[in-house]
């Protein structure tokens, strides 16, 4: 059967999300707000009591962070998502002071350094007083990760001589400051375009790449199981469906069980075919030779992080033996489902190949282990939910540690045998 795509997206275009991993509400009042993972991640860093919250009230012109004379209000990482110009949407992150002390102050510290994996860019705020010692180091670890930064002096109104702390910040820290008052207003502007100068040009990766062109006929196969609700579609099934339109694409929708008769209706066969992964051997059965194939997960796998590298990773389930650990990663969180394809389908299509004692364990959102050499294999999700960056860095954070990672929808293609057939971005 084939859906008619207006039917598609009255029924699940927006978010926000819930139950289960990219599923989307049918009925949502946030029709135009675009994802927090396609939003551009910009955090604040700097030590406590130095203004972080404020400041982000005074950028955003709103009573968005809880703001408190006493230090350490900030705890944990909050997000913001709204829209700024001349950036567009983006999500702000007020982040913990990273000079917290105690036992708490270390886990805080620590979740504000995860902080670091998912920005695209940081604000490293300060008031120009102490030794620039704690600054010093944090700048470090932002530039080793590559990490665009802005200096923000902050609380200029309090400051007798801001010209030579700006000074003593460029000389001490290597970054001319942009100085601001969350008080007054003052810089504000000048902050937002500094912002923009360095975050540089957003570019926008499409979903299909040069999979899909204009006029092509690309034929979508979505199975509605569990996973997806009566009502919703996955998220990335209905990015991929705007990505396409976007192209001046023919779209057509099918489920698995409608695929030979949607094949029939057209007088040529699709140019592409994208299908739920977990149907992936059943689909290249019946599709036909002109075709190509790859499934949502594998365009995921292009569009988050590095396709090629984990297409290389599917590889490492051939060396698995019955003693490996494989870490499953999902980037949302949701209460375990029948069958889920993370939990379930494809542990026991590993444990059928290799053996029953093979040892799975499982993180979600944003949990991501130090320390990843106990395990033979990484297994990640889409990760339709986080942005490119987290991605990216946990890739980077795998190969740096000598484990192969790969995600779900290439891991089956691998064990079904038809890897070589798919076509990736």
Same mark, same amino acid.
């Given at each position: 059967?084939?859906?008619?795509?207006?039917?598609?997206?009255?029924?699940?275009?927006?978010?926000?999300?819930?139950?289960?991993?990219?599923?989307l509400?049918?009925?949502?009042?946030?029709?135009?707000?675009?994802?927090?993972?396609?939003?551009?991640?910009?955090?604040?860093?700097?030590?406590?009591?130095?203004?972080k919250?404020?400041?982000?009230?005074a950028?955003?012109?709103?009573?968005?962070?809880?703001?408190?004379?006493?230090?350490g209000?900030?705890?944990?990482?909050?997000?913001?998502?709204?829209?700024?110009?001349?950036?567009?949407?983006?999500?702000?992150?007020?982040?913990?002071?990273?000079?917290?002390?105690?036992?708490?102050?270390?886990?805080?510290?620590?979740?504000t350094?995860?902080?670091?994996?998912?920005?695209?860019?940081?604000?490293?705020?300060?008031?120009?007083?102490?030794?620039?010692?704690?600054?010093?180091?944090?700048?470090?670890?932002?530039?080793?990760?590559?990490?665009?930064?802005?200096?923000?002096l902050?609380?200029?109104?309090?400051?007798?001589?801001?010209?030579?702390?700006?000074?003593?910040?460029k000389?001490?820290?290597?970054?001319?400051?942009?100085?601001?008052?969350?008080?007054?207003?003052?810089?504000?502007?000048?902050?937002?375009?500094?912002?923009?100068r360095?975050?540089?040009?957003d570019?926008?990766?499409?979903?299909?790449?040069?999979?899909?062109?204009?006029?092509?006929?690309?034929?979508?196969?979505?199975?509605?199981?569990?996973?997806?609700?009566k009502?919703?579609? %996955?998220?990335?099934?209905?990015?991929?469906?705007?990505?396409?339109?976007?192209?001046?694409c023919?779209?057509?929708?099918?489920?698995?069980?409608?695929?030979?008769?949607?094949?029939?209706a057209?007088?040529?066969?699709?140019?592409?075919?994208?299908?739920?992964?977990?149907?992936f051997?059943?689909v290249?059965?019946?599709?036909?030779?002109?075709?190509?194939?790859?499934?949502?997960?594998?365009?995921?796998?292009?569009?988050?992080?590095?396709?090629?590298?984990?297409?290389?990773?599917?590889? *490492?389930?051939d060396?698995?033996?019955?003693?490996?650990?494989?870490?499953?990663?999902?980037?949302?969180?949701h209460?375990?489902?029948?069958?889920?394809?993370?939990?379930?389908?494809?542990?026991?299509?590993?444990?059928?190949?290799?053996?029953?004692?093979?040892?799975?364990?499982?993180?979600?959102?944003?949990?991501?282990?130090?320390?990843?050499?106990?395990?033979?294999? %990484?297994?990640?999700?889409?990760?339709?939910?986080?942005?490119?960056?987290l991605?990216?860095?946990?890739?980077?954070?795998?190969?740096?540690?000598?484990?192969?990672?790969?995600?779900?929808?290439?891991?089956? *293609?691998?064990?079904?045998g038809?890897?070589?057939?798919?076509?990736?971005?």
């Amino acid at each position: 059967m084939l859906y008619p795509l207006f039917r598609i997206f009255r029924n699940a275009c927006a978010s926000p999300f819930r139950g289960t991993e990219g599923a989307l509400d049918a009925v949502s009042p946030n029709l135009n707000q675009a994802p927090q993972a396609v939003r551009r991640h910009i955090a604040i860093f700097g030590r406590r009591n130095v203004g972080k919250s404020s400041l982000l009230n005074a950028i955003t012109g709103q009573s968005v962070a809880i703001v408190s004379d006493q230090p350490g209000t900030t705890t944990d990482p909050v997000n913001r998502a709204m829209e700024l110009l001349p950036l567009g949407p983006v999500v702000f992150i007020d982040t913990a002071g990273f000079d917290d002390e105690g036992a708490v102050g270390t886990l805080r510290n620590e979740r504000t350094r995860r902080v670091v994996d998912q920005a695209d860019l940081a604000l490293l705020v300060t008031d120009g007083s102490g030794d620039l010692k704690p600054e010093c180091e944090w700048l470090a670890l932002l530039q080793r990760r590559e990490l665009p930064t802005v200096l923000v002096l902050n609380k200029v109104d309090t400051i007798d001589d801001v010209q030579s702390v700006a000074l003593r910040l460029k000389v001490v820290l290597g970054l001319e400051p942009v100085p601001v008052s969350n008080v007054t207003g003052q810089g504000m502007a000048e902050l937002r375009q500094a912002m923009a100068r360095a975050a540089g040009n957003d570019e926008q990766l499409t979903i299909t790449g040069a999979l899909a062109a204009k006029g092509d006929t690309v034929l979508l196969v979505m199975p509605q199981d569990p996973q997806a609700p009566k009502g919703r579609l %996955i998220l990335p099934q209905v990015q991929t469906i705007r990505d396409l339109l976007d192209k001046d694409c023919t779209v057509l929708c099918c489920t698995l069980e409608g695929l030979e008769r949607s094949l029939a209706a057209l007088r040529q066969p699709p140019a592409l075919i994208i299908t739920d992964s977990q149907v992936f051997k059943a689909v290249y059965e019946l599709k036909p030779a002109q075709s190509r194939l790859t499934s949502f997960s594998v365009l995921m796998a292009a569009l988050k992080g590095n396709v090629a590298v984990m297409a290389r990773g599917a590889a *490492a389930i051939d060396r698995l033996t019955p003693q490996s650990r494989i870490l499953i990663a999902e980037a949302c969180t949701h209460a375990p489902m029948s069958e889920d394809i993370g939990r379930e389908k494809i542990p026991a299509m590993i444990r059928r190949r290799v053996g029953e004692s093979v040892a799975f364990d499982l993180v979600s959102g944003k949990d991501w282990p130090a320390d990843l050499t106990p395990y033979d294999l %990484i297994i990640h999700c889409g990760a339709c939910m986080f942005n490119r960056r987290l991605m990216q860095s946990r890739i980077a954070r795998a190969q740096e540690q000598a484990v192969p990672i790969t995600n779900y929808g290439l891991a089956i *293609a691998h064990l079904q045998g038809i890897l070589p057939q798919v076509t990736l971005p």
